[in-house]
Antibody
Framework: EIQLLESGGGLVQPGGSLRLSCAAS????????MSWVRQAPGKGLEWVST????????YYADSVRGRFTISRDNSKNTLYLQVSSLRAEDTAVYYC????????????WGQGTLVTVSS | QAGLTQPPSVSKGLRQTATLTCTGN????????AAWLQQHQGHPPKLLSY???NRPSGISERFFASRSGNTASLTITGLQPEDEADYYC???????????FGGGTKLTVL
């Protein structure tokens, strides 16, 4: 069974930074695009960012562009999201998700890591 | 970034049929179609369908996806208590170079 395990979330003050990681296993990581999707408490899903299989193309939601950076290390089967200049509205569960051959059909999801931005 | 439009809630009786809709435009749903996801409270989403009516292995045939123009639909037949969940659609928007989600529909099985 494909596994995605996020880590790196926690409580951070406004303006602070974190690096989220997603360890992938049981599939050929380097052949699939990967995404981060977040969900604020009691709210719907919000796409954050996508990186192509090789890492050469990245895409961001307007709400995070310039503050968040997505990257991947295919030698370590790991996806990253560097989150900076955090705001209260960034508080959410951040999910790592695998692209199922397209950028928008995310076929496997991790359990998520909670990021809380508060003073 | 504008998202896709879904009705906030739908209620149907046990063993009935529910049809959920997702409206976008020619840059997203009308271009490459939509995917549908199911999310139970406290759990990550699960992919139900993509690129028309392609279902991942293990997804029941009771879930049928279709598209007409810029609107995608998910029809769930023979509703069961476990179908009660939030349903989201997603698509790639070629003009935004972004994934867009719908706001989600809460399905209640009476």
């Amino acid at each position: 069974e494909i596994q995605l395990l996020e880590s790196g979330g926690g409580l951070v003050q406004p303006g602070g930074s974190l690096r989220l990681s997603c360890a992938a296993s049981r599939f050929i990581f380097s052949t699939y695009a990967m995404s981060w999707v977040r969900q604020a408490p009691g709210k719907g899903l919000e796409w954050v960012s996508t990186v192509s299989s090789s890492g050469d193309r990245t895409y961001y939601a307007d709400s995070v562009r310039g503050r968040f950076t997505i990257s991947r290390d295919n030698s370590k089967n790991t996806l990253y999201l560097q989150v900076s200049s955090l705001r209260a509205e960034d508080t959410a569960v951040y999910y790592c998700a695998k692209g199922g051959g397209t950028y928008y059909a995310l076929d496997y999801w991790g359990q998520g890591t909670l990021v809380t931005v508060s003073s | 970034q504008a998202g896709l439009t879904q009705p906030p809630s739908v209620s149907k009786g046990l063993r009935q049929t529910a049809t959920l809709t997702c409206t976008g435009n020619s840059n997203n749903v009308g271009n490459q179609g939509a995917a549908w996801l199911q999310q139970h409270q406290g759990h990550p989403p699960k992919l139900l369908s993509y690129r028309g009516n392609n279902r991942p292995s293990g997804i029941s045939e009771r879930f049928f996806a279709s598209r007409s123009g810029n609107t995608a639909s998910l029809t769930i037949t023979g509703l069961q208590p476990e179908d009660e969940a939030d349903y989201y659609c997603s698509a790639w928007d070629s003009s935004l170079s972004a994934v867009v989600f719908g706001g989600g529909t809460k399905l209640t099985v009476l």
